[in-house]
């Protein structure tokens, strides 16, 4: 009983800082998503290069969860923790990547094949219902990537106080949000890298 009541303290420490950054991350991210380098008058070319590397960033965070999973399943939990402070890193580089480009680059539409910012009534025709079923894996992805900041934080606090039945509770259903923006982070790349201006 002493042992739960010391390792809920010790959560409770790290709570102001989970709702902090739980706001703080999706509020900060939004606001230098609306910034443009170029409208500060900086003169900077776009990331186009970053794309790909942070969408192979979320393929390599997807990979690294399950075998986190796997490893803990195994009884492996020093591996486990190592790579989830892995995962939780390469979110991080991910969103540090994201904002780099959006805040030098014009959003793409899906669909809009010469790159004018305006999708026209044939490149609609073309991409037909498509177009709505990116728009789904989209919206559901950057809302789950919001959704799942706190409870990562979480679900890592309860590890790291060695409060492990509450941490594996959360992480049931941590583990498939967090996959689930791994996965459609990608999936997101491969049907708009079509339409990038190059």
Request: proline fraction near 4%.
């Amino acid at each position: 009983m002493e042992n739960t009541i010391n390792t809920n303290d010790a959560e409770k420490k790290y709570n102001k800082w989970i709702i902090l950054l739980s706001v703080a991350i999706p509020l900060v991210v939004a606001l230098l998503f609306g910034v443009k380098l170029k409208d500060l008058g900086y003169n900077v070319e776009p990331l186009s290069f970053l794309p790909p590397i942070y969408a192979g960033i979320n393929a390599v965070t997807a990979v690294v969860l399950v075998v986190a999973v796997m490893a803990v399943r195994r009884g492996n939990r020093r591996l486990h923790e190592n790579l989830m402070k892995f995962a939780i890193s390469l979110s991080v580089m991910f969103l540090a990547m994201y904002v780099a480009y959006h805040m030098t680059a014009d959003s793409t539409k899906f669909g809009d094949t010469d790159h004018d910012q305006v999708l026209s009534a044939a490149e609609q025709a073309a991409v037909g219902a498509m177009r709505y079923v990116y728009l789904f894996i989209l919206l559901t992805h950057i809302a789950l990537s919001v959704v799942i900041i706190p409870f990562v934080l979480i679900t890592y606090v309860r590890a790291i106080t060695n409060n492990f039945e509450r941490h594996k509770k959360l992480a049931r259903i941590t583990y498939p949000m967090w996959l689930y923006v791994a996965i459609t982070g990608v999936i997101v790349y491969l049907m708009i890298s079509p339409y990038y201006a190059h």
